[in-house]
């Protein structure tokens, strides 16, 4: 989980910020809704006097009680889908997810808002909050109120309630239109890079791996990719930096699909695909992760190494017995993916010919969602564009040249997440390219706010639109850096 900067000002109550580094905090932040949503859920099973509740209400406690203790004041509050705490945004992890959207989904129920702990807890207090909070009738809007008035009948002043605060334009038609299969999209996501982590954990440990979650995950993947490719594509724009290996190989799965899709495979195919655009990069969990997160140039020998993860993944694969028939294309497909088009690259083929298509589709994938992710040793990526460019310059070479153009259509001229000018002044954030290859350099854009500092406005646009005379409304003037502008895409794709 990544903490960034709120982009609503704190208000009458100030907070200390939280300090501490970017990891710390969101360490700290996880642990924090993690809690919430394990008491909400325990305090639903046993009643108020229970013993066994006294193990998780401390549990609650210690967390909240050394923020405190830091900060002065905890708040926590939600601001449309996201959590705040102390003003700053939590952004959910893989392994906080279930507990983000459980804690939101609570709240919202019950048109909660704001919570704030203005002193050190104890254990009874909590105990009187977490039930009365419990025990509030859903969508009652005087809910706030009712539950400072119970505080109070147990003398408890320092917790703090405030109403949901329902934004205006969040309800929009294409919002909800989208929200089910923008929901389940959002779920496999997560679910997937979860499960490769387990996984590629295993692996490392020598342990059993459940791979045919992994077939069954891409299989629903396949299913929404057919559906709207537009969702899953969207999702590869959350780049989390402390995740990466997992994070990569659901993205380059994603984008594998994607482009298996627009190839016209069979769903078997697709689902082999996808399936070896996961396990690409499994051979990485064969490196020591000092190698792997160094932020230095690798040494001779540590180079040897890291080219050998190619390698080491076929071994991985082959010894994958629940995958039961493993296709030769999968096993192939993870040997080939840093092989370039001229056969440059790593491993040195023995009498190749050519590189497999599994391997050349995964290569630019890969390539591309390598080059637009932050790294340890490169911390501001690649833009989008600055990608497809470097892409461009470089096929005949390393990318199969048709493969290039199909993944183009893909993410289009304008890629997917880059921020853009319009003639009109406006600034936004292409949101879903237009599938008519007529219009590659007419996607849909989601405006952003100017001033909001990454605040989602949603209102999204359609740049093939054309007034009665034919001319069109906007136009894209030119791409933006989003580094400079301090506006973080992958917010507004989830
Ligand atoms: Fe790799
Ligand atoms: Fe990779």
């Known amino acids: 989980m990544e903490i960034t900067p709120s982009s609503t000002p704190p208000k009458k109550l100030s907070p200390k910020p939280l300090d501490g580094t970017e990891a710390e905090l969101s360490k700290l932040g996880n642990n924090l809704v993690t809690k919430f949503h394990v008491l909400m859920r325990i305090s639903q099973i046993y009643d108020s006097k229970n013993v066994a509740l006294s193990q998780f209400i401390n ?8 923020l405190i203790k830091g900060s002065g004041v905890l708040s926590l509050k939600i601001v449309k889908d996201d959590f705040f705490l102390n003003d700053q945004r939590l952004r959910y992890s893989v392994e906080g997810f279930t507990s983000f959207k459980y804690l939101s989904s609570q709240w919202k129920k019950r048109l909660i808002g704001e919570v704030i702990f203005k002193t050190v807890m104890g254990e009874e207090m909590l105990r009187h909050f977490i039930y009365a909070f419990i025990n509030l009738e859903e969508g ?13 009948s147990h003398q408890i002043t320092s917790i703090e309630v405030k109403p949901l605060k329902i934004v205006e334009g969040e309800e929009e038609a294409f919002t909800l239109q989208k929200e089910d299969s923008r929901e389940v999209g959002k779920k496999l996501f997560f679910e997937t890079i979860g499960t490769i982590k387990d996984v590629i954990t295993n692996i490392k440990g020598n342990q059993h791996a459940d791979i045919r979650k992994l077939k069954r995950l891409a299989q629903k993947a396949i299913h929404l990719v057919i559906e709207d490719e537009s969702i899953l594509l969207g999702m590869t724009m959350i780049k989390n930096y402390d995740e990466y290996t997992f994070n990569h190989s659901v993205n380059v799965s994603i984008y594998a699909l994607a482009m298996g899709k627009r190839l016209g495979f069979s769903k078997k195919i697709l689902t082999e695909l996808g399936i070896t655009a996961l396990l690409h990069d499994i051979g990485k969990s064969k490196i020591p992760r000092e190698i792997l997160n160094k932020p230095a140039t690798l040494s001779t020998e540590e180079w040897e190494m890291m080219r050998k993860h190619p390698l080491m993944g076929v ?10 028939e493993i296709n030769p294309r999968m096993v192939v497909g993870v040997f080939d993916h840093h092989l370039m088009n001229d056969l440059s690259g790593y491993p040195r083929p023995f009498l190749k010919k050519e590189v497999s298509l599994f391997g050349r589709i995964i290569q630019i994938a890969d390539s591309y969602d390598a080059m637009t992710t932050p790294r340890i040793y490169k911390k501001i990526p690649y833009t989008p564009e600055q990608a497809l460019a470097i892409m461009l310059r470089e096929k005949e070479v390393h990318f199969d040249p048709l493969l290039l153009k199909i993944f183009i259509g893909l993410v289009g001229i304008y890629p997917l997440g880059s921020l853009v000018l319009l003639n009109t002044h ?23 706010d100017r001033d909001a500092k990454g605040g989602a406005t949603k209102e999204l646009i359609d740049l093939t639109d054309a007034d009665k005379a034919g001319n069109y409304k906007w136009s894209i003037v030119k791409t933006l850096d989003p580094y400079k502008y301090h506006i973080d895409i992958a917010k507004y794709f989830l």
């Not at 549990?59 to 050394?66: G, V």
Request: charged share 30%; hydrophobic share 40%; aromatic share 6%.
């Open 59 to 66: 549990e609650f406690l210690e967390t909240i009680n050394t």
């Open 140 to 152: 009652c809007e005087e809910n706030a109120d009712l539950l400072r008035k119970q505080l109070e």
């Open 315 to 324: 071994e991985i694969v082959l010894n994958l017995k629940q995958l039961g």
């Open 426 to 448: 406006e600034i936004g954030i292409v949101y879903k390219s237009n599938h008519d290859p007529t219009w590659l350099d007419r996607p849909m854009v989601l405006l952003v």
